[in-house]
T-cell receptor
Framework: GENVEQHPSTLSVQEGDSAVIKCTYS??????FPWYKQELGKRPQLIID?????GEKKDQRIAVTLNKTAKHFSLHITETQPEDSAVYFC???????????FGAGTTVTVRA | DAGVIQSPRHEVTEMGQEVTLRCKPI?????LFWYRQTMMRGLELLIY????????DSGMPEDRFSAKMPNASFSTLKIQPSEPRDSAVYFC????????????FGQGTRLTVV
């Protein structure tokens, strides 16, 4: 099955700075890479995803990059704000079904 | 659509009791997933269904856990008998039949077994 590793486990940044979270995966046939944000006490919600036919995707202050050769993908948050404080999860599916394997999560804290 | 609906939101039960968690997926979604979230193990997939049929239950931790989906709008996850180590947040999620689409999560059930 798919094995997804996520780093770092915690990340503290000053408001306005950038935050970068990295994930690696094991199944070279995986072709869909979503990122979920989970605020304290709430459900995980999709914030951005990327498919293997593109290398980068941006949505306002967040962007995701994908390197299929190296089997890693990253989440970039620019101009961080206090409301960006949350746990972020990367995920990747196994190649032949809809099982999403999640990374262990990164707790992001934005300091005012 | 109200999204994925789970009940109860919180459940406190004594060890040895039966616990039933409920989920109503988004109408029209073909896939339903049950996840467990703990600090130690993160988000773990327990089982998932496609068109009400269980496809993969390899994540179900023990025979004490069982899940059913009698129709397209309802699923249950049952633990019998419950143990303190089952304490966790249990999420249900659903997605459409198109490959590589968003999984929508319910608000979760926080289970505490004392």
């Amino acid at each position: 099955g798919e094995n997804v590793e996520q780093h770092p486990s915690t990340l503290s940044v000053q408001e306005g700075d950038s935050a970068v979270i990295k994930c690696t995966y094991s199944d070279s046939a995986s072709n869909y890479f979503p990122w979920y944000k989970q605020e304290l006490g709430k459900r995980p919600q999709l914030i951005i995803d990327i498919r293997s036919n593109v290398g980068e995707k941006k949505d306002q202050r967040i962007a995701v990059t994908l390197n299929k050769t190296a089997k890693h993908f990253s989440l970039h948050i620019t101009e961080t704000q206090p409301e960006d404080s949350a746990v972020y999860f990367c995920a990747a599916p196994t190649s032949n079904d809809y099982k999403l394997s999640f990374g262990a999560g990164t707790t992001v804290t934005v300091r005012a | 659509d109200a999204g994925v609906i789970q009940s109860p939101r919180h459940e406190v039960t004594e060890m040895g009791q039966e616990v039933t968690l409920r989920c109503k997926p988004i109408s029209g979604h073909d896939y339903l997933f049950w996840y467990r979230q703990t600090m130690m193990r993160g988000l773990e997939l327990l089982i998932y269904f496609n068109n009400n049929v269980p496809i993969d239950d390899s994540g179900m931790p023990e025979d004490r856990f069982s899940a059913k989906m009698p129709n397209a709008s309802f699923s249950t996850l049952k633990i019998q008998p419950s143990e303190p180590r089952d304490s966790a947040v249990y999420f249900c999620a659903s997605s459409s039949g198109t490959p590589n689409t968003e999984a929508f999560f319910g608000q979760g059930t926080r289970l505490t077994v004392v």
